[in-house]
């Protein structure tokens, strides 16, 4: 039995003047699909709210970034602004909230695990924060982002740190560019073993970095894996290397 979405609004501590609106923005399109019965306008499902939470989402990171790093510079802030709004991390947004458990789904995709599918999910929270904006402004969609997504815990695939300041949130491309400062050749990724059943595996990922550098990490993908690795490889390379007696002679 789902939930109300009355709880969600508990969750969410704001309380919709109009709930037809938080009703449109949990409901997908292969529910609304199914109970058309005819041709018209996509009225009932949550892709127009998407579509428009998108944008909303954007401007308001956007917005809240320029007023809290006044001295950063462009590339500084889009690089925070791509962490904040990368499906990794909105994906962490809804599964605090529990969103899944809400969302209206067709028979075919409530079917093939639609709940848990993180497309469906950051889209849900996308349509849920336009449904936000047009119930109640742009102060109530700014008390959601703030809340929700600004400061929320960093729970991609990389755990690279925590809320507006991610350390790093790409450690392969952190580790590209410190071996090209130094000279080094490209880092190598090569998949050393997979194991568990296909539904459920874990893949260990090595990285080499010319011939004095190497990592192996597991993840649930080789995505996961991949950037775990580099990340260690990253962190041993900036570590203050011990000096030989000998090349002080």
Request: hydrophobic letters at 35%; a negative charge.
């Amino acid at each position: 039995m789902r939930p109300e979405p009355a709880s969600l609004e508990l969750s969410i501590n704001y309380r919709f003047s109009h709930p037809e609106l938080l009703r449109r923005a949990l409901t997908h399109s292969s529910l609304a699909n199914e109970s058309r019965t005819g041709p018209g306008p996509p009225e009932n499902d949550n892709e127009q709210l998407e579509f428009l939470g998108d944008s909303i989402l954007g401007f308001l990171i956007a917005e809240a970034l320029v007023e809290r790093f006044p001295e950063s510079r462009e590339g500084d802030l889009s690089r925070r602004k791509a962490h904040l709004v990368s499906a990794a991390h909105l994906h962490g947004v809804a599964r605090r909230l529990d969103l899944g458990s809400y969302l209206e789904l067709g028979r075919s995709e409530e079917m093939s695990g639609g709940r848990a599918k993180k497309t469906l999910l950051v889209d849900g929270l996308e349509a849920l924060l336009a449904a936000i904006y047009l119930d109640g402004g742009a102060e109530a969609a700014r008390a959601f982002v703030a809340g929700h997504v600004l400061d929320a815990p960093y729970s991609g695939d990389v755990e690279a740190g925590t809320d507006i300041q991610p350390a790093i949130t790409n450690f392969k491309s952190a580790l590209q560019e410190l071996a090209q400062s130094r000279q080094l050749p490209q880092p190598r990724y090569t998949i050393v073993r997979e194991r568990g059943p296909e539904h459920s595996k874990t893949f260990t990922v090595e990285v080499r970095v010319g011939k004095d550098w190497t990592g192996h990490a597991e993840g649930r993908t080789k995505k996961v894996a991949a950037q775990r690795a580099a990340r260690g490889v990253y962190e041993r390379m900036l570590e203050p290397q011990p000096v030989d007696p000998a090349s002080v002679e």
